[in-house]
């Protein structure tokens, strides 16, 4: 008898941890991403969250915030595990558009997951980051 409320007991629980991780997996995870070092608190930092089939075409996520003693934090929920890139700028005169001068060098500042700055457009391969099965925090420096 005591074999049989075992054999239950053991069964009940593994199908109790068996929903309670697939319900995780199918929620994702979260990522938090502070870009720091805004020339200013004026304007917003628009962030964009790419994986690589649609980088720097259309994002996958996309939040717009405001900015706070020179920094601006936002929290991209139930993200499916695999590879992706952020790329954000500072909306300084709230335009909704990144600036550019004549010579089409931004005039407004922006950064990428990893801060590995090219000369030239964004690179998803130097941007890219995995999310696994923990949450993320990254930081993005202007």
Do not use: W
């Not at 994702?28 to 020339?39: D, F, H, Y």
């Not at 590995?116 to 696994?132: D, I, L, Q, R, T």
Request: proline fraction near 4%; include cysteine.
């Amino acid at each position: 008898m005591q074999q049989v409320i075992l054999a239950l007991a053991l069964l009940i629980s593994s199908m109790i941890f068996a929903q309670t991780s697939t319900t995780k997996l199918a929620e994702g995870i979260s990522v938090t991403v502070t870009a720091v070092n805004a020339l200013s608190d004026n304007g917003t930092v628009k962030f964009a969250f790419y994986n690589e089939e649609n980088f720097m075409k259309q994002p996958v996520y996309s939040k717009s915030t405001s900015l706070e003693n020179r920094k601006s934090t936002v929290v991209f929920e139930n993200v499916p595990q695999g590879n992706y890139a952020i790329i954000c700028f500072h909306d300084e005169n709230n335009n909704n558009l990144m600036d550019f001068n004549e010579s089409g060098i931004p005039i407004e500042s922006y950064g990428l997951s990893n801060n590995k700055m090219n000369f030239g457009p964004p690179e998803f391969e130097s941007a890219k980051f995995e999310v696994k099965s923990n949450s993320l925090i990254l930081e993005i420096k202007f």
